[in-house]
């Protein structure tokens, strides 16, 4: 009785669920396998507008012109694929035409170049690529590496809820410009630091820095990688590696400069505590041209960075007699007092500083003989404050002054 129902049950099967085919019923006729390689000649067209070239640089496009080439020469494949030849890349020929490929292709062949020897497969070994020899799944272009790493590694970020008012503060610093986008540089990643990548702000909040020794053909080097963990304006967090996150930010990124007010301090706070005691040391001061020269006229953002000990507008009366000043008055910009220091000092660690900013400019006095002044300084004047309170809280070191960017980086 069991025999029986199973026997209905395994017999009644109109949509053959349970019939078995053979191992190799899935295979691709040889057919089958022409027109899909062909297929992928037509999207390299579809994609790029043209024809694939023979470029040493791009083994795929390589591959696929190859197989174009060979193609156009091979009759019966001509008369297979005409269906499929849908931007007319392969030649209409008729019977005639026919018969003097095929004897022109069964001629022969003299190889003189690797782009013979690629393409010469008179006898399809080849031609059924089961295996897959030529699908380049787990070799991606550089590019496509990198890019992969950086978008697929992503995940929601579980706490964005801590990150989202600081990402806010970012963007309302960055529309006052109390922060600047500028080019992001080899070397510029660092923990705490902020970057923008295909529009999309992002922070660096850790680096786990391994070492690793690494042989080449010239000797050994010392290779620095290590896990990252970003987190991203749109909720998301990535943990890829410290060197593709800067090869992907140097093609496409930029790098987002400190505030401007919170490097500052507070001025009540720099002079809350001067008394009676503390010794006055001099002057520095920023200073303006007046002058009427086209040419010192024409340069935006310069300034004098200059030290005095005694009051500035004492110091600057006879500007216009004086090669320093250019020959010319000048205004003040900006004047700090400074106590128990060597103002000399700090003048010179300003000037060098913003030494790659240094004007280039000869300037002739009244008796005609030339001096070059080297106290004048391209840099925007809040950029100019900004080193100066560096300086006196001691972080300088950590930064340096981006001439091409006008503004202050953290030092690579």
């Known amino acids: 009785m069991k025999e029986k129902i199973l026997d209905e049950i395994f017999g009644n099967d109109p949509s053959g669920l349970l019939t ?98 690629l393409g010469d497969d008179s006898f ?64 510029a990643l660092r923990e705490g630091a902020f970057y923008v990548h295909n529009g999309v702000l992002m922070l660096l909040e850790k680096v786990n820095i391994s070492q690793q020794e690494q042989s080449f053909s010239n000797g050994k080097r010392v290779r620095k990688d290590g896990r990252t963990k970003c987190v991203f304006e749109n909720g998301t967090e990535s943990g890829m590696l410290f060197r593709s996150l800067a090869k992907i930010l140097h093609i496409n990124g930029r790098a987002v ?40 006229r024409s340069i935006p953002n310069l300034f004098k960075i200059g030290y005095s000990k005694t009051d500035v507008q004492e110091r600057i009366k006879n500007a216009a007699k004086e090669p320093t000043y250019l020959m010319a008055p000048v205004r003040i910009q900006r004047a700090w007092k400074c106590y128990n220091m060597n103002p000399q000092k700090l003048e010179l660690l300003l000037h060098n500083f913003f030494g ?37 809280n001691g972080e300088i070191v950590n930064y340096q002054f981006d001439a091409g960017n006008m503004a202050i980086v953290f030092r690579s």
């Open 20 to 117: 078995i085919k053979p191992e190799n019923a899935s295979a691709r006729t040889s057919d089958e396998r022409l027109r899909a390689s062909f297929l992928e000649i037509n999207a390299f067209f579809e994609k790029h507008d043209r024809e694939p070239q023979p470029n040493p640089g791009d083994i795929s496009e390589f591959q696929l012109y190859s197989r174009l080439k060979y193609l156009r020469e091979d009759a019966e494949k001509i008369k297979i694929l005409k269906s499929s030849d849908r931007h007319h890349l392969l030649p209409v020929i008729g019977t005639d035409r026919v018969d003097e490929i095929r004897a022109t292709y069964e001629k022969p062949k003299e190889i003189s170049s690797v782009d013979d020897i």
């Open 124 to 187: 399809n070994l080849l031609e059924d690529d089961s295996l897959g020899l030529f699908d380049f799944k787990h070799t991606p272009k550089d590019n496509e590496r990198a890019d992969a790493d950086f978008i697929a590694r992503r995940k929601p970020c579980r706490d964005f809820d801590q990150y989202e008012a600081v990402f806010k503060e970012i963007q309302q610093d960055l529309a006052e410009g109390k922060r600047k986008l500028i080019e992001f540089k080899e070397g």
């Open 356 to 392: 790659d900013s240094c004007l280039e400019l000869d300037v002739f006095d009244e008796k005609g003989k030339r001096h070059t002044p080297r106290e004048w300084f391209i840099a925007p004047l809040e950029v100019i404050e900004q080193a100066v309170e560096l300086i006196i």
């Open 257 to 296: 400069t400190q505030n401007i007010d919170k490097i500052k301090p507070d001025p009540i706070d720099i002079f809350r505590h001067i008394t009676d005691e503390d010794k006055e040391a001099g002057y520095i001061y920023v200073l303006k041209s007046k002058s009427t020269d086209m040419q010192i």
